[in-house]
């Protein structure tokens, strides 16, 4: 058994969710830390468009929900806007969506109060000329594009600098329960195999689909159903907008800019596996085949990736009392028998504060401190840990820098040298033990077409160099990070995708070996 | 008395003139370094023969054009004659005692050289008709240039014809006659004045109020007085081929000219024509009389041996330009005019901005940027200033502008792209994002399926002799620039050195593996970044012009 | 130049790659009036490695030290592979081929009957090939002597690092040092093809040998990446062998490959030197069978020309080289619409773990031939009687799992020319 850590509260789960409660916490002046069984992100919070939802999507399903995301979306653009491009967007029919629902939509826009302008459809042609010919309806609503990565290390970063803690790779092995208690969380780290004992007043699963099996591990249970959603990168930027279809929410539906690429998505899958997820190929047709009657070029633009998450949805049996909105769902525990355990689930990312917020405030309740919530009023500080997320930042810091003894380590995404040392030494600060893996979260690494074939070599050469690493370190990590790579490359791979991933197959098995000494 | 103060006066403009404009010239010239230590040197490093080949023979003008030669020929030798045989007339006969204006030759020499004069105004003026005028002269000029240019004309032939109307009006006018008997004879009524009226009516086509043919007059006597005091002095007018039959057409109104004196009034016509030209002289075109010969003695240099500032003497040189506009009809890259409609092509547009900015600096950042483009598509053939009738260095000229706009802040556009930073070529004001438009612009650059299928294999960069050359200073290699295009930054890969050093030679293009067009990309972002990079340079002088 | 040149041959190889080259030289070699077309760009691509067969079957525990014995399983139950119709004494002939072809130009390989030698890559791992270049061959000596390895790398070149290749060493060596060299007048980073190029500046050699002198005495052999001169690597390597006193040898990394480059040059020396007609960059279209002769188009960037030709080899690679053509639902062959063998649909075609050591459905796709290398009909009989395929397009040869490649093109190579070659002496006589 290592070490005992104590704290006030243990957050359980790096996702937007998890973070922005460590954030909200600290700045109450809560002791908290934040453990991830991976790192951040890795659920829910790291797979999805990257919208910032103006609410119009909602209007017809759930006003409410609808009403929530369009305050909590103009509140993050005044409080984050470095996290935030604010695109504006587009609602669009084709020839034979809905009419009545298309009729509907501006009634119901302003019902929920989102503001929807109706456009002519060659104006709309006009702002993107990516658009179908065949459009029948076009509306303007607010969407903005939001980076998740960034929004979940800037809110990590400040509540780290505000006396929070956070230990990645480090996965809740089980609860120690006493009476109606926990009493401590035994944690594994992943990478070093050690283990160790957090002890908190306050427990706080925001673990998103895996909430059903870590209040298991308190001995609750969550009845849950869990939705795949897949999606899909595009090589260029389609639009300058966030393009919607109009019609009621199904699937490749939304195209969403994500800095110089575009997010096309999502798909609805109904999965009971949590860990071993891919987009399918019938998924990535899916996508595509819906997504090309609104916007032609889907059908013959190269992809560079596809992705999956999973919608965790509380089963609507008997729970609804409890849950604050149907858009998110917080449970309190003490119900249930245990009584310092809570758990937020579900939700959209356009409404993780309020959702931190809300649990932040159980959280206080239940440790009799009455501060009050802040994260509503002060900005989100911008760090430089942050930075290397967003697409496009590296050329900013590295394309002209022919006299800086400056070099780009990852082509595609223009990822210089110095951005992976910054990025290396925050990790380190944090007691991390930095791979391709951690640095390609926190950068644009592997993240263009060529997904990791050389610049995961050029990386590595470069950290061991810097004696970052040692040993077979390197090879093991690109092993890795070339598997995690593949999950999202395989289903999409034709035409030039297919010659560049030859590519890759050709260095890294073809010359490199890697898959005879594999440990799998 | 009165035509020697106004000839000090006018001397003194003259004189006062020339001064202002050469320190003018030198003082507010931006291209002019004070403390230049050449000026000695310079006075030494004449070209004498090319100033006597030019000044007099005018030998440059004649290889340009025959008729401007011709004209310019007959003007100048007219014009010398009479400045120095008529004008001056008192040092001509300090010289030659036997000299007196209204003796042959003289009378005919000097109709003869105002005819050239008149002549070659006349062809001066004709040239000017739009009819007359080579499709390149057609190009617009500065209309205060031209009204310049004819007025200067338009005085000189003045100048000729109020010398014609006063000899004719002289030969008829009465009253003068008797001023001159009265000078020079002291005769009266009594001892044969009106003899020598007759005789002057009957040889000299005077005009008499008083009819004499009722009077007896004797012939004899007054060819004898006339012997006496006029024939030294005046020979029959006859050989003063213009004047005379100008005086015969006026005869019938001799009356009415004489009341009025009006031989006086061409008298002071003429005076105070000359007496202008003289003190407009540094102020008018004319000024390339001076300026041409000075120009002259000045030896062309190449541009290797370029200094960065022009010496005292080119800058006068300068002013010697006619805006003849022989240069724009040879000039090697008039077709860039035609195609940009760029006017600041052309040498003889060119070198008037290029004067204004030498004085003004950077007074109009359109222009200058106009200007700038302009010398910029120069190819410093050297053909316009081989054909300058003025002989001005124009090489000089342009070389020497090129470095006081750039010392102005207005750089050539390689220097401009290597200077301009990132935040310069995403400004989403001159190039706003353009997501999916690609389908609506032409290029390969615009055109997703011309680079989409790059690897990043860096094979293009690695057989880059680009590349290979000039390893630490390169920013980008092809394979970043394609890249680059992916990521729709297409401004800032033209901002990239690899596109302006490129070599095209074709190697990145040949072995590309996916059979990338890398090389035709590269040229293709070049040539369009020509554009960009002038509104980049234009966007940055407004803001220059602004802040002051 | 929109004017219809034309040219006659016996032979047209389409495809200037590794096996493109291979069978150029060869039918050369036997007399035949023979026109390359493609673009030889490709060969940056390869390591330099001549695998002949590395691992067999795909899921065996450890890989071939000999590749016979693999070959000979191989035989006995898959005679779909390439291999399936040929001898280990017809394979070795043809390694020997193209082994005395690039002699001819100063490119020394290196082979061993009966061996697979370990070659230590950039990563650190080790990778079963069967013909080396001189320049790595002693890289293999250091399983069998203990030996103290020094490690070179080179500031400025990216993706080798000699701390990472020495990774794995350390268990197995005495000792491993590493160094990190300087060129001089080189801060930043340098493509490794001018980086090679550079190699061959005395001064460079001069200034890499100081540096690793001070070493000389503590280690016997020495590693550098793979960039010891473009043209008469082993000269240059042996004048630093004899400067240091090291044995020295190269270590391949990611492309662009130097070795790779070697060849594409000592095969373009050669092929031009033997007479054969190198169409650089000519692309070919719209082939047509027409009394026992094939007619061509060619497309180059500025014009047309048509080539007629008897017999045709088909080298034109797979997806990289866009031999194979991948539509989101198909694969197609992009010259002759050949059929293509094919998983069913394209859910089959990949996997979900990258690094398997089974390997990908799609990599087993390709062309199915006869044992002579002539693209099949459905009903099993050839296409055209002179169209041959050859090289990594052919089907049921996962190269990369097997470490198969290079041996498979040029042994498919070496036996579609020589059966064409037999085929036109026959009509002759």
């Known amino acids: ?63 409410e929900a609808a009403m929530e995301c369009r305050s909590e979306g ?62 029948i309806a076009a509306f303007e609503v607010s969407d903005a594009a939001i980076d998740p990565f960034k929004l979940s290390i800037e809110n990590l970063n400040d509540a780290l600098g505000r006396g929070g803690e956070y230990y990645d790779h480090s996965c809740l092995e089980e609860f120690i329960l006493e009476h109606d208690k926990i009493a401590g969380a035994r944690v594994l780290n992943t990478k070093t195999r050690e283990t160790f004992l957090i002890k908190a007043d306050i427990y706080v699963s925001a673990t998103g689909a895996w909430a059903g099996r870590v209040a298991s591990c308190a001995g609750v249970n969550i009845p849950m159903v869990y939705s795949k959603g897949s999606l899909l990168v595009t090589g260029q930027r389609m639009a300058t907008r966030v393009i919607n279809r109009l019609r009621q929410a199904s699937d490749g539906d939304i195209l969403v800019p994500g800095g110089v690429v575009s997010i096309i998505g999502t798909t609805s899958v109904r999965t009971d596996s949590l860990d071993k997820i891919f987009p399918s190929v019938d998924e990535v047709d899916l996508i595509i085949n819906q997504g090309k009657q609104m916007i032609p070029a889907l059908g013959n633009r190269r992809y560079i990736r596809a992705y999956c998450g999973v919608r965790p949805l509380v089963s609507a049996g008997g729970d609804g009392d409890r849950s604050l909105s149907r858009g998110f769902s ?70 002209f820098s022919h006299k800086k003894e400056d070099h780009t380590l990852c082509e595609c995404e223009m990822v210089p040298a ?103 | 008395m009165t035509f020697f103060i106004l000839l000090s006066i006018v001397l003194f403009f003259l004189g006062a003139g020339l001064v ?61 004659y009479l400045l120095i045989v008529h004008a001056m007339d008192g040092v001509t006969s300090g010289f030659f005692s036997w000299y007196q204006p209204g003796i042959a030759p003289f009378r005919f020499l000097r109709n003869l050289a105002g005819l050239g004069v008149g002549l070659g105004c006349v062809l001066f003026l004709l040239r000017r008709l739009p009819r007359f005028r080579t499709n390149r002269e057609r190009v617009k000029r500065k209309k205060g240039d031209r009204f310049r240019g004819t007025a200067s004309i338009l005085l000189i032939l003045a100048l000729i014809v109020s010398g014609f109307l006063l000899e004719a009006s002289r030969i008829i006018s009465e009253p003068r006659f008797d001023e001159m008997v009265e000078e020079y004879s002291g005769l009266d009524e009594d001892s044969g004045q009106m003899d020598l009226e007759a005789f002057w009516v009957k040889n000299y086509h005077l005009v008499l109020k008083e009819d004499l043919s009722s009077k007896s007059i004797d012939y004899e006597n007054a060819a004898s007085l006339n012997q006496e005091y006029c024939l030294d002095c005046h020979d029959r007018p006859d050989e003063a081929f213009i004047s005379t039959p100008l005086a015969l057409g006026a005869k019938p109104f001799g009356n009415w000219l004489a009341r009025f004196r009006v031989d006086n009034v061409f008298y002071w016509l ?78 003889h547009l060119k070198i008037e901005t290029v004067k204004t900015m030498a004085k003004k600096g950077l007074w109009d950042a359109r222009t200058v940027a106009r200007l700038r483009s302009g010398n910029d598509d120069c190819t410093r053939c050297g053909r316009c200033a081989d054909i300058c009738p003025s002989g001005i260095d124009l090489i000089r000229l342009w070389e020497s502008a090129d470095h006081l706009m750039t010392s102005l802040g207005c750089p050539d556009n390689y220097t401009q792209v290597l200077g301009t930073s990132f935040e310069q070529w995403t400004r989403q004001d001159l190039f706003p994002k353009d997501f999916g438009n690609s389908s609506l612009t032409s290029g390969l650059a615009d055109q997703v399926a011309a680079f989409e299928n790059c690897v990043q294999c860096t094979i293009c960069t690695n057989s880059c002799p680009v590349v290979a050359h000039d390893l630490n200073q390169n920013d980008l290699g092809p394979h970043q620039v394609m890249n680059l295009l992916r990521l729709g930054e297409k401004h800032m890969a033209t901002g990239s050195r690899m596109v302006w050093h490129c070599l095209t030679c074709y190697s990145c293009q040949e072995l590309c593996p996916q059979g990338i067009r890398v090389t035709d990309i590269l040229l293709e972002l070049r040539t369009q970044g020509q554009k960009t990079a002038g509104q980049i340079k234009l966007s940055q002088l407004t803001n220059q012009g602004s802040d002051k | 130049m929109t004017d219809l040149n034309s040219i006659d041959c016996d032979l047209l190889v389409i495809g200037a790659g590794f096996a493109g080259m291979v069978a150029a030289a060869r039918a050369s070699h036997l007399g035949l009036r023979t026109v390359l077309a493609g673009n030889s760009g490709s060969l940056i691509f390869v390591s330099g490695l001549m695998d002949y067969l590395g691992v067999y079957p795909m899921d065996a525990k450890g890989v071939l030290d000999d590749p016979a014995q693999g070959l000979a399983c191989l035989q006995s139950e898959n005679s779909t592979h390439p291999y399936g119709g040929i001898s280990h004494e017809q394979i070795i002939q043809c390694f020997e081929f193209v082994k005395w072809i690039l002699g001819k130009e100063g490119l020394a390989y290196h082979l061993s009957p009966g061996r697979n030698l370990p070659v230590l890559t950039a990563m650190g791992t080790f990778k079963p090939s069967f013909m080396v270049p001189r320049t790595m061959e002693k890289g293999s000596l250091l399983f069998g002597e203990k030996k103290r390895l020094l490690l070179i ?22 000792e491993v040092i590493c160094l990190t060299v300087e060129i001089p007048g080189i801060t930043k980073t340098i493509p490794p093809i001018i980086l090679a190029e550079l190699f061959e500046d005395p001064g460079v050699q001069e200034s890499f040998v100081r540096q690793v002198l001070p070493f000389s005495n503590r280690v016997d052999i020495a590693g550098m990446p793979a960039v010891c001169g473009v043209h008469d690597s082993l000269g240059i390597q042996q004048k630093i062998e004899k400067m240091t006193g090291l044995d020295l040898f190269e270590i391949p990394g990611i492309p ?164 064409f070659y037999q085929g036109v002496t026959k009509a002759k006589i």
């Open chain 2, 20 to 80: 202002y404009r050469f320190q003018d010239i030198a003082r507010k010239s931006r291209f002019f370094e004070k403390d230049q230590d050449t000026w000695a040197k310079k006075i030494f490093d004449l070209n004498i023969k090319g100033f006597f080949l030019n000044t007099l023979f005018q030998i440059k003008l004649f290889k340009a054009g025959k008729l401007r030669w011709l004209a310019h020929f007959l003007v100048i030798l007219g014009f010398v």
């Open chain 1, 74 to 135: 103009l509140l993050l653009k005044q409080i984050a806007p470095h996290c935030i491009e604010e695109t504006g967007g587009l609602f669009v029919a084709v020839p034979g969506d809905d009419e009545a629902y298309i009729a509907d939509f501006p009634r119901m826009c302003e019902a929920s109060g989102i503001p929807c302008r109706p456009l002519d459809l060659k104006d709309a042609m006009g702002m993107e000329p990516c658009l179908s010919q065949d459009l």
């Open chain 1, 330 to 399: 917080l449970l309190d525990h003490a119900g249930d028998g245990v009584d310092n355990f809570i758990t937020i689930t579900s939700g959209k990312l356009t409404t993780y504060r309020l959702m931190a917020e809300k649990t932040s405030d159980m959280v206080c309740e239940k440790l009799g401190i009455s501060s009050a919530c802040m994260t509503r009023d002060l900005a989100l500080p911008q760090t430089a840990g942050g930075k290397w997320t967003e697409p496009g930042v590296s050329l900013r810091q590295g394309a």
């Open chain 2, 270 to 347: 003429h005076y105070v024509i000359g007496l202008l030209l003289l003190a407009f002289l540094p102020f008018s075109r004319m000024f390339h009389l001076i300026a041409i010969p000075v120009a002259s003695t000045r030896k062309r240099i190449r541009p290797q041996s370029l200094k960065k500032n022009m010496g005292l003497l080119d800058l006068f040189s300068l002013t010697a330009c006619t805006n003849c506009g022989f240069c724009s009809e040879v000039c090697n890259v008039y077709p860039n005019f035609q195609v940009t409609g760029n006017g600041e092509i052309l040498p």
């Open chain 3, 153 to 174: 790398d080179i500031k400025g070149l990216q993706g080798f690092s000699a701390r990472q290749a020495a990774g794995g060493l350390a268990k197995t060596l005495d």
């Open chain 3, 256 to 419: 662009p490959s130097i070795p790779g480059l070697r060849l594409k040059n000592a095969f373009e020396k050669r092929l031009a030197a033997l007479g054969v007609k190198f169409l650089s960059n000519t692309r070919i279209k719209d082939p047509v069978f027409n009394g026992g002769k094939f007619i061509f188009t060619g497309v180059t960037d500025s014009g047309k020309l048509s080539i007629s030709a008897k017999g045709a080899v088909l080298g034109i690679g797979r997806f990289f080289s866009k031999g194979l053509n991948a539509g989101r639902d198909k694969i197609m062959e992009t010259l002759f619409q050949l059929d293509v063998r094919q998983p069913v649909t394209r859910s089959l075609w990949h996997g979900t773990n990258f690094l398997t050591r089974q390997g990908h459905k799609i990599n087993q796709a390709g062309i199915e031939t006869d044992q002579r290398f002539r693209p099949l009909k459905k009903g099993g009989q050839p296409v055209f009687p002179g169209l041959y395929a050859v090289g990594s397009i052919l089907a049921h040869n996962d190269w990369m799992r097997l470490k198969s490649g290079s041996g498979v093109s040029l042994v498919s190579a070496c036996t579609a020319v020589d059966d």
């Open chain 1, 418 to 520: 110095s951005a992976i040392d910054s990025i290396v030494s925050s990790i380190r600060k944090n007691s991390g033990k930095p791979d391709l893996l951690s640095i390609a979260l926190r950068s644009r690494l592997g993240k263009g077409p060529c997904q990791g074939s050389s610049c995961s070599v050029r990386v590595l050469s470069h950290l061991y160099d810097r004696g970052e690493m040692t040993g077979t370190e390197g090879v093991d990590g690109l092993r890795r990070f070339l598997n995690e790579r593949w999950k999202g490359e395989h289903a999409l791979l034709w035409g030039t995708s297919l010659a560049q991933s030859s590519l890759k197959e050709m260095i890294h098995c073809g010359l490199f070996s890697l898959e005879l000494e594999s440990g799998e």
């Open chain 1, 1 to 63: 058994m290592g070490k005992t850590i104590e704290t006030q509260v243990l957050v359980i789960g790096g996702g937007a969710t998890g973070t922005g409660i460590a954030r909200d916490l600290a700045l109450r002046g809560v002791k908290v830390a934040l453990i991830d069984k991976s790192d951040l992100n890795a659920g829910a919070s790291g797979a999805n468009h990257g919208l910032l939802h103006s609410g119009a999507r909602y209007v017809s399903s759930d006003a």
